[in-house]
């Protein structure tokens, strides 16, 4: 993999030794925000004014996740298991700003070419542990 195809080294674990990065090639951010919709009741004889707008509340609540597309070195393959393992909250360091964030899925891939790097395909999820 060459430095020109890569977005972010994105560095994923709780810091230490069992940190490790994620070369990136895509990042797709998506923010999904909570919210109530309340349909208004219409009367028989109100229906030949038509529809009626909705009322709409907005929790305040929002949902960012990241699914992240590049490769991981082969030893690092043992530290991403690790993570999922133990599960609960882990760092992320994105351009230089860390976030909480607990791994939702990822997808590993061996290829025989590839000796020393693995395709990965990985989704972490913003949050802190319920406590």
Do not use: H
């Not at 509340?57 to 133990?86: N, P, Q």
């Amino acid at each position: 993999m060459t430095q020109e195809s890569l977005i972010d080294n994105i560095i994923l674990g709780y810091g230490g030794a069992n940190a490790f990065t994620i070369y990136s090639q895509s990042i797709d951010e998506n923010r999904q925000k909570t919210l109530n919709i309340v349909k208004k009741g219409v009367s028989v004889a109100g229906r030949v004014t038509g529809f009626k707008d909705n009322l709409i509340i907005d929790l305040l609540r929002e949902e960012r996740r990241w699914t992240i597309i590049g490769y991981i070195d082969s030893a690092d393959k043992t530290k991403l298991e690790s993570l999922w393992s133990a599960g609960g909250p882990s760092i992320m360091y994105l351009e230089s700003v860390s976030y909480s964030v607990v791994i939702e899925k990822y997808n590993v891939k061996k290829l025989v070419e590839a000796q020393d790097e693995r395709p990965i395909q990985i989704t972490v999820v913003e949050g802190v542990d319920f406590a």
